[in-house]
């Protein structure tokens, strides 16, 4: 072993990690040295320090204020108010312009789903057989096509897809073979998250056999290390990019570069904006964007005592209702800072049984948590700016997400959700649902067997429907319309 490299280690207490270098092979050490090399040993040990210090959680009740009136707007109306369309026209012309892109958060497999494939790969059981990335992409087709309809040019959007260490490859493979869903390819740009080693409970590195650091992705969060190491922000600023929307791999119903929220950020002259739902109810456990003392912050649900999470204005709206749903905006200009910040963001502390080796270098199991994994979440730089846009918006039409293989947020209620927004953009442009008999079916009736699936091509919000529907005013279940 290099003598600089173990020095280094006893510096920093970590020898351990070479005790069994002797029994490797010249492809084994390799790997080992490979990893110890993207280990900053300095910042491990700054980060234990500070994810053990700050990892007692703190109800935060005392320090927490709505956010201010001026800095949060609705569009929650149907039809769209002037100020809604006029945020919109702004967010159209952004795109023409070239100006806007999408990062999409793409680092996480379908484990829970039963599926080792990435999450945006998953098989919905939509009519159409159409997956997350399917989705998203066609929506982004549609909507520089109604940039270009709107502001003429040839604006493209570009598309900055975080995978991880097990998604890149194939990810990447799953674009190729489905021809980059009809966009330019070099609009695409794939980047992988960082991954941080995993530390027992006394700060020492894990290995996971005798030849590796037991690794994971550092959480969302580390977004903004990932963008500075890769040069993404440095390629947007080439491109001209200077709006950025954010946002998870897992919600079906995600309008992606929603250009009304787009328009809102950008007319606020905002560095960094989120999309908000109204919480459900008190006790949903969803974090929710406040301010926390003069600091802007999404706080969890375990950080509230319920007497808070119960407040209600005189309105009758819940005091702290502006629920966090990982969709958010950020000039390329703070960007930069992000990233220049990114060591400072919060340490979130997830202790966990880490498969490990023992002392002769076999596999071990342990029966109880043995290390912890630091994470970062990427809201967490909003604390990092003085003003913020948030624009709470319809939960029904923006919001669905994929966590779970069965019950809630599952893929039956992502594609009962996606069937059920195709209907109302279809009953928005006049159609009457009927059964086989000819009578009307309620809207408010259907349900997730009414089948309505409408490519994201034809329509990205409700919008170009009507010639259709004046020439087909009544339709019947299953509705499936790729073309018109």
């Not at 493979?173 to 330019?184: P, T």
């Not at 069937?419 to 009953?427: E, G, K, P, S, T």
């Amino acid at each position: 072993v290099d003598p600089v490299l173990v020095e280094a280690l006893k510096k920093h207490g970590q020898e351990h990690v070479v005790q069994f270098f002797d029994q490797l092979s010249n492809e084994e050490k390799e790997q080992l040295l490979g990893q110890l090399k993207e280990v900053d040993l300095v910042q491990t040990d700054i980060d234990f320090q500070r994810a053990t210090k700050d990892s007692k959680e703190l109800k935060l009740d005392q320090y927490m204020t709505p956010l201010p009136e001026t800095m949060a707007a609705r569009a929650t109306s149907n039809p769209p108010t002037p100020q809604m369309l006029a945020w919109r026209a702004l967010g159209l012309e952004l795109i023409s312009k070239g100006q806007v892109a999408c990062i999409l958060l793409a680092g996480g497999q379908g484990t829970r789903l039963g599926s080792t494939d990435p999450k945006g790969m998953f098989d919905l059981q939509l009519a159409s057989k159409f997956t997350l990335f399917h989705v998203q992409a066609l929506r982004m087709r549609r909507l520089q096509q109604l940039a270009r309809e709107k502001h003429g040019g040839d604006g493209r959007i570009t598309w900055y897809i975080m995978t991880s260490d097990s998604t890149q490859a194939p990810t990447i493979a799953f674009f190729e073979r489905n021809g980059y869903f009809g966009l330019q390819q070099s609009d695409i740009v794939f980047f992988p998250q960082n991954s941080v080693p995993a530390l027992g409970n006394d700060g020492k590195l894990i290995l996971s056999t005798k030849s590796s650091l037991a690794l994971s992705p550092d959480g969302n969060g580390g977004l903004y290390s990932s963008l500075r190491r890769q040069g993404i922000v440095e390629d947007m600023e080439k491109r001209g990019i200077a709006h950025v929307h954010v946002y998870c791999v897992d919600n079906i119903l995600v309008r992606v570069a929603d250009p009304t929220f787009v328009g809102y950020c950008a007319s606020k002259n905002a560095p960094a904006g989120a999309v908000v739902v109204a919480k459900s109810g008190p006790e949903e456990k969803v974090g929710v964007l406040c301010k926390v003392k003069d600091d802007f912050q999404v706080v969890e649900y375990s950080e509230i005592e319920s007497h808070t999470a119960h407040m209600r204005n005189p309105d009758g709206r819940l005091t702290y209702n502006a629920g966090n749903i990982c969709n958010h905006y950020f000039t390329t200009e703070f960007l930069k800072t992000c990233c220049a910040r990114c060591n400072e963001l919060k340490l979130h502390v997830a202790s966990k049984k880490i498969p490990t080796v023992d002392s002769a270098g076999n596999p071990y199991a342990p029966p109880v948590e043995n290390g912890i994994k630091l994470e970062k979440f990427v809201f967490d730089v909003f604390s990092f700016t003085p003003a913020l846009a948030a624009l709470e918006m319809p939960r029904d039409q923006i919001f669905s997400p994929l966590k779970n293989k069965e019950g809630a947020n599952s893929a039956a209620t992502c594609r009962s959700d996606f069937y059920a927004l195709c209907r109302r953009f279809l009953h928005d442009a006049g159609a009457v649902f009927e059964d086989t008999n000819g009578n009307e079916i309620p809207l408010e009736a259907c349900t997730a067997e009414h089948v309505c699936e409408i490519s994201p091509l034809l329509t990205y919000a409700g919008e170009g429907l009507e010639d259709y529907v004046k020439a087909n005013p009544r339709l019947r279940f299953p509705i499936v319309l790729s073309h018109f």
